[in-house]
């Protein structure tokens, strides 16, 4: 079974950082694109960042200059640095994976299981 395990999290005051981890396991041939993805309270599910397995990097604007997003294809692992944290990033974090189980077989869009983030003072 291949599944990603989040970890990372929980209540921080404005102006704080956060480390999330996203650690992808089970029978894996390759990973594609990951990222973290996060829903507020009402609202849609929105893109926070993706890296590409090159290394290519995409950021929401509301996030630019503050989170960083960053990845280990040896480990298959994605991370985000979280910095200078807002009120207005309070959501629950989901990580993100496009993979493969075999080399013959398509690609896979996996979820994490989500993890909250609280920016509270």
């Known amino acids: 079974q291949v599944q990603l395990v989040e970890s990372g999290g929980g209540l921080v005051q404005p102006g704080g950082s956060l480390r999330f981890s996203c650690a992808a396991s089970?029978?894996?041939?390759?990973?594609?694109?990951m990222g973290w993805y996060r829903q507020a309270p009402g609202k849609q599910r929105e893109l926070v960042a993706d890296?590409?397995?090159?290394?290519?990097?995409n950021y929401a604007d509301s996030v630019k200059g503050r989170f960083i997003i960053s990845r280990d294809n040896a480990k298959n692992m994605v991370y985000l640095q979280m910095n200078s944290l807002k009120p207005e990033d309070t959501a629950v974090y989901y990580c993100k994976a496009n993979l493969r189980r075999s080399p013959l077989s398509r690609y896979l869009e996996l979820w994490g299981q989500g993890t909250l983030v609280t920016v509270s003072s």
């Open positions: 890296i590409t397995i090159g290394g290519s990097t």
């Open positions: 089970g029978s894996i041939f390759s990973i594609n694109a």
